[in-house]
């Protein structure tokens, strides 16, 4: 157990549609990841807050956003669902040294029908 | 970030040690190598990750070539539960701290 917790653990919903995927951190972590991973592209970048705040971005679609609140647990809203956006979504945490460890979440998998 | 090469598959029998090669040849000074693993569709697994120095922990071991170009990734007594896809990551020292995976190599421990 990483001490990342994620859920939902799967979701199912329509094209088109909006979901909101969540994530807290491990305990004392300041840094959120958020990874996605669909059969063709591998695990991908998406982006990063540190302390409520946006630190980098990676390969995150327009349609996707993402915040971290106060308590600074996390929330990855995707909108306009397509059918490629199928995949596994991971959060991981880390503190916010140069070296420190991304710690990873077991997943939410989205499916979109 | 350097890019890493991974073989895509190696096989390993059960009690015997997993040897994973990974070579990144275009590391920089302050690059530090790290390992997960991910078994079937769980979330990456953190093993170890080292600048220069090899590294053991309860895990595995790394050994880190002295001029830093390749390293292994040393799983002394596999067992069926290290059957997973192993990723070697080269991360740049920079604020970013985002983790590029590559292929990896997919270890499959057999009894």
């Known amino acids: 157990d990483s001490g990342v917790t994620q859920t939902p653990k799967h979701l199912i919903t329509a094209t088109g549609q909006r979901v909101t995927l969540r994530c807290s951190p491990r305990s004392g972590d300041l840094s959120v990841y958020w990874y996605q991973q669909s059969l063709d592209q591998g695990l991908q970048f998406l982006i990063q807050y540190y302390n409520g705040e946006e630190r980098a971005k990676g390969n995150i679609l327009e349609r996707f956003s993402a915040q971290q609140f106060p308590d600074l647990h996390s929330e990855l809203n995707l909108s306009s669902l397509e059918l490629g956006d199928s995949a596994l979504y991971f959060c991981a945490s880390s503190g916010f040294g140069q070296t420190d460890t991304q710690y990873f979440g077991p997943g939410t998998r989205l499916t979109v029908l | 970030d350097a890019k890493t090469t991974q073989p895509p598959s190696m096989d390993c029998a059960e009690g015997r040690a997993a040897n994973l090669p990974c070579n990144h040849s275009?590391?920089?000074?302050?690059?530090?190598v790290y390992w997960y693993r991910q078994i079937h569709s769980q979330g990456p697994q953190y093993i170890i990750h080292?600048?220069?120095n090899n590294e053991t922990n309860e895990m595995a071991s790394l050994i880190i070539t002295e001029d830093r170009k390749s390293s292994t990734l040393i799983l002394p007594h596999a067992t069926l539960r290290d059957t997973a896809v192993y990723y070697c990551i080269v991360r740049a020292n920079n604020a970013g701290n985002m983790l590029t995976f590559g292929g990896g190599t997919r270890l499959m421990v057999k009894p």
């Open positions: 080292g600048l220069k």
């Open positions: 275009t590391i920089s000074g302050n690059e530090y």
